[in-house]
């Protein structure tokens, strides 16, 4: 016999023996990747000798779940994805049918029911069940909301994405009303409601429109021009300084220091890029790098000035355009004028729409620039800058406005910072706010306000989240402190965008002009863009 | 075309421009002028030094020595090597294109065209000021400048396409928009880097006529770099040879393609059968068709010559483009010397042999 066949070539592993395959070849991985990290604890005893613990058990349990795990995606994931995708392109309901079979009515109404109920016994709860059954409830009533509200969206979906902007704008102005209007019947009087509310306007709406505003000032910057900056939290610092400053020792109102302030970051801006936009790609982001740190340093290192590490405190709150002010003690405080119930709460939702209106004006000018010839420039400069010279197009002229812009949004977005912190410090002003902020334009996807502004909200608002999930100190422990863990999942949750959407939630650009139609550019032909 | 300008008023001298990179002397000593209103072709082997004229002409480099003279027609006269960069196009109004396409690929052929129009609508815009908050003179120049953008696309065959983004075109297409956006920016001398590489036959004379009809009623005056023959003779008026960065000849297309020196540097002379090809020099279609249909030894590597390595090469640094003129590798030279010195002794043609990689006729030495 010349030919012999292989029979065991043939046979096809079924999914099952092909799942118990890669389960071990997950386990072992899994095991020599944690034995050395979960399987061993170096610590201290009393008489401070180094002693190592074995948690043979708590390897064990995560081998073991890799191990589960990977069998389950194996063997019943995988295929139910293929069939999926089979089903879809047999039925044409692409993106819908796994989708419409998640999101059914029943279900609906029994989150919608579950959600009421839980929320009107809220405070009775935990007498009935316990608090540490009372905690699951309530990640139960969040988790209800959430897939309320994620099948009004998908059954709204079509309304939505046409009308994305003016309703996202509208929830942002009804937001504030909307939490003190919730809380307020949870606890049957305006001022608990207004209260409880402090937290959501200010942890949640504030921290998250800062973000945003910062990611957008920056996205003029990485985005548009396509100049990597990775010290973009400099010139936040120097509108933070500059209101703190000015306004301790000589008294200033907000309302005069906030241009100022943005003025200043935009001189920064231009300062440094003088020196420093020749340079192009991986040179310029190590120089803005430099520049990012040397702020900092300088802040910490010249205490005559800036008080060093410890900081400018005192800073004058913003008072509502000098004709009432948020401090008990004054004469025209808002409760006093409006004859309403004191509250720290109205200081909040103030700055909430004050932050709302620097972030829309923002993402205003950013629009208007577009379309204008100097925002064309920039798009053009990221697409090719040689082309750009052969144009006409100076430069160097282009590279400074895009870093004076994006400077003078840092530093308004800095004094506004200072003013709702009362406190500066160089601590606020490190390096990893750069990245942060930058990362937010990496996963919203460079150059899309929309995008932006989504993914700052994942971002900020659900490392927030985590100090929610107090149900999980049932888990592991009272000592288990999810906050702690929020830059694993901030990684975690970027490797998974970035494989699954490499150019940001929305990888596609917006035409500034158009002779027919306004067709979105699809992102496989936009560039980074190289200094 | 201002019928009040002389039309064989020269728009562009170039005098006596050297260009060297370190020891390396891409350009030596060059001298041409390209006259108003007529097509000017820059022709040469590979690594003749071409685009390095370009890219002094366009102020991508500065020159070693030398002068380059712009002559508007309005009057105004303009030292190219003194002027920055990006003011060659701005104030002398000389635009070009590049050799690999350097179009912005992720916006539209429309806004592309738009950013042609930068320092126009910049001023217009009150420099940016003004537009931010909606002044009706910066509306006014935008609509203009679309209707321009418009203008153009249809010249170049392309406004069906203009909301799609650039680099969906293809590419022919591209070649034509970037003469189209050179063309948005009102220049009066256009410099075009090999537009017709990689074009088919078709696409090719359609280039040909875009650009008989640019130089018709533009009234802007070109200067090419091209190496397919049926582009170059059909519609140049006059045509300059370099070759290792020296010119060897300079007239109408009749005369190059006839004269033995040009003949030379594209084919060589070692070869014994293009020595009986020289001894026929009367033979005007040895270039065309030798350059039309390009065997391995001789004509120019199809990938080479059309799409000869990123333009970073040329533009982005200096070092990139490299001519090393190996002892008697000018092929040119090599005709003169023979002709001075009529028959030639084998002794002679014994130290002509040896040949470095780079002394081959054509291709493969960028």
């Known amino acids: 016999m010349a030919v012999t066949v292989n029979p065991e070539r043939d046979v096809v592993a079924t999914p099952m023996q092909r799942a118990l395959r890669e389960a071990l070849y997950a386990g072992a991985i899994s095991l020599g990747l944690f034995v050395l990290f979960i399987g061993l604890k170096t610590g201290q005893n009393i008489s401070n000798e180094l002693v190592l613990t074995t948690r043979w058990g708590l390897l064990v349990a995560v081998v073991v779940a890799t191990a589960i795990g990977r069998f389950l995606y194996v063997a019943y994931g995988q295929p139910f994805l293929a069939n999926q995708k089979i089903a879809d392109v047999a039925t044409g309901l692409l993106p819908a049918s796994a989708a419409s079979r998640f999101f ?31 905690g699951y409830l309530q990640f139960l009533r969040a988790l209800s909301v959430i897939y309320v509200l994620a099948c009004v969206i998908y059954y709204f979906r079509g309304f939505i994405h046409a009308n994305f902007t003016k309703l996202g704008i509208a929830a942002l102005i009804l937001y504030p009303i909307l939490v003190v209007a919730v809380l307020s019947l949870m606890s049957w009087s305006i001022v608990g409601g207004l209260q409880g509310s402090l937290k959501w306007v200010d942890n949640y709406g504030i921290q998250i429109l800062i973000y945003v505003m910062l990611a957008w000032g920056l996205n ?26 000015l306004g301790t020792q000589y008294g200033l109102s907000f309302w005069i220091l906030l241009p100022a302030a943005g003025a200043m970051a935009a001189f920064w ?146 004094s506004f910072f200072a003013a709702r912190q009362g406190f500066v410090s160089p601590e606020s002003f490190i390096f990893l706010e750069s990245a942060i902020i930058l990362a937010i334009v990496v996963l919203g996807g460079m150059g899309s306000l929309v995008g932006i502004a989504v993914a700052a909200m994942v971002m900020i608002g659900g490392t927030e989240v985590l100090r929610e999930l107090d149900f999980l100190k049932q888990v592991f422990g009272p000592d288990f402190t999810p906050e702690l863990y929020r830059m694993l999942l901030f990684g975690m949750a970027m490797v998974i965008v970035m494989l699954w959407k490499p150019r940001g939630f929305v990888g596609t650009r917006e035409p500034t002009a158009f002779l027919k139609e306004r067709k979105a550019v699809s992102s496989s032909f936009t560039k980074e863009g190289h200094g | 075309m201002n019928a009040s300008v002389p039309m064989n008023d020269a728009i562009l001298q170039v005098e006596h421009l050297s260009m060297k990179f370190g020891g390396l002397v891409a350009i030596g000593d060059l001298s041409f002028t390209a006259k108003r209103g007529e097509i000017t072709a820059l022709i040469g082997p590979n690594g003749a030094g071409k685009t390095t004229v370009f890219n002094c002409i366009t102020g991508f480099y500065k020159p070693s020595e030398g002068m380059i003279t712009l002559n508007r027609s309005n009057g105004s006269r303009f030292l190219l090597e003194r002027l920055p960069n990006h003011e060659i196009p701005a104030r002398a109004k000389v635009a070009r294109t590049f050799q690999n396409i350097r179009l912005f690929s992720g916006m539209t052929l429309l806004e592309n065209l738009l950013v042609a129009q930068h320092n126009k609508l910049m001023k217009a815009s009150g420099y940016t000021i003004l537009g931010l908050f909606g002044f009706s003179g910066y509306r006014k120049a935008s609509a203009e400048s679309v209707e321009l953008a418009k203008h153009w696309l249809e010249k170049a065959d392309l406004v069906d396409r203009a909301d799609d983004p650039a680099g969906d075109l293809p590419y022919g297409a591209q070649r034509r928009l970037e003469i189209a956006r050179a063309m948005c920016t009102g220049p009066e001398l256009l410099c075009l880097d090999e537009p017709a590489a990689g074009l088919n036959p078709k696409e090719s004379a359609a280039l040909n006529t875009l650009l008989i009809d640019i130089k018709e009623t533009s009234g802007a005056s070109i200067l090419l770099i091209e190496h397919d023959m049926s582009v170059v003779m059909q519609i140049s008026d006059h045509v300059v040879v370099l070759e290792y960065g020296r010119k060897i000849s300079d007239g109408s297309p009749q005369s190059v393609r006839t004269d033995p020196r040009v003949i030379a540097a594209y084919l060589g002379v070692d070869d014994e059968e293009v020595e009986t090809v020289l001894t026929e020099v009367g033979d005007e279609d040895v270039i065309e068709q030798l350059d039309i249909g390009p065997d391995s030894a001789h004509g120019p590597g199809a990938s080479s010559s059309f799409m000869a390595g990123p333009v970073s090469d040329t533009v982005g640094h200096s070092t990139g483009e490299r001519i090393t003129v190996a002892k008697g590798a000018s092929k040119a030279e090599q005709v003169d010397a023979k002709s001075s010195t009529a028959p030639r002794k084998p002794s002679e043609r014994a130290t002509a042999k040896p040949k470095t990689p780079t002394a081959k006729p054509r291709g493969g030495s960028k």
């Not at chain 1, 059914?104 to 709860?125: D, E, G, M, T, W």
């Not at chain 1, 119930?341 to 208007?368: D, H, M, N």
């Open chain 1, 104 to 134: 059914q009515l029943p279900a609906f109404i029994v989150a919608v029911v579950l959600v009421v109920l839980l929320f009107a016994l809220n405070n009775s709860l935990a007498g009935w069940v316990g608090p540490g059954a009372a």
């Open chain 1, 269 to 414: 801006g231009v300062l440094l890029g003088f020196p420093v936009l020749r340079l192009r790609g991986d040179y310029l982001a190590i120089v803005t790098l430099a520049f990012g740190e040397i702020i900092r340093l300088v802040l910490i290192n010249w205490r005559e000035v800036t008080n060093g590490s410890a900081g400018i405190s005192g800073i004058p709150k913003v008072t509502f355009f000098g004709l009432m002010t948020f401090n008990v003690s004054d004469p025209n405080y808002i409760a006093k004028v409006l004859h309403i119930a004191q509250s720290s709460a109205y200081y909040k939702i103030f700055l909430y729409y004050l932050i709302l209106a620097l972030a829309l004006l923002t993402a205003f000018v950013t629009i208007r620039l577009r379309r204008m010839p100097v925002g064309r420039a920039w798009e053009a400069l990221r697409e090719d800058e040689i082309a750009c010279r052969s144009l006409g197009i100076n430069t160097t002229t282009t590279k400074l406005t895009a870093f004076a812009t994006g400077a003078m949004f840092g530093g308004f977005a800095g």
């Open chain 1, 220 to 245: 003029i910057v990485v985005g548009l021009a396509g100049l990597l900056d990775l010290g973009y939290v400099a010139f936040y610092a120097v509108g933070a300084y500059a209101y703190a400053l």
